[in-house]
């Protein structure tokens, strides 16, 4: 059984920083690929960033473009994602996603292509 493990929400001000931790308890752990999702109260899940098993594949929603980078230590089995210059319209529950794929340099930004989730970590941007 995979466990995907969300650490580092919290709150924080307008145009401060977060750092989000996932750990991935699937053996190997560069065998997933990594995503992490959102969703604010009354609204869908939606995509941020996902990262391919190689890191040589980054994606990123056009929202948080510039502002988020997801990365990888595969020696820890964990996928960061570092929030920078935060809004308001950043607050949500945070999710990471893993698949696990043979392709090395893919990334996926559907719901429906991930296989295994964490519990969420809650973020909160005052203004």
């Known amino acids: 059984q995979v466990h995907v493990i969300e650490s580092g929400g919290g709150l924080v001000q307008t145009g401060g920083s977060l750092r989000l931790s996932c750990l991935n308890s699937g053996r190997p752990f560069s065998d997933y690929v990594m995503g992490w999702f959102r969703q604010a109260p009354g609204k869908e899940r939606e995509f941020v960033a996902a990262i391919s098993r190689s890191a040589i594949t980054t994606s990123y929603a056009a929202p948080v473009k510039g502002r988020f980078t997801i990365s990888r230590d595969n020696a820890k089995n964990t996928v960061y994602l570092q929030l920078n210059s935060l809004k308001p319209e950043d607050t949500a529950v945070y999710y990471c996603?893993?698949?696990?794929?043979?392709?090395?340099?893919?990334?996926?930004?559907?719901?429906?292509?991930?296989?295994?989730w964490g519990t969420g970590t809650r973020v909160t941007v005052s203004s």
């Open positions: 996603a893993a698949r696990a794929t043979p392709r090395f340099s893919d990334t996926y930004d559907s719901v429906d292509d991930y296989h295994y």
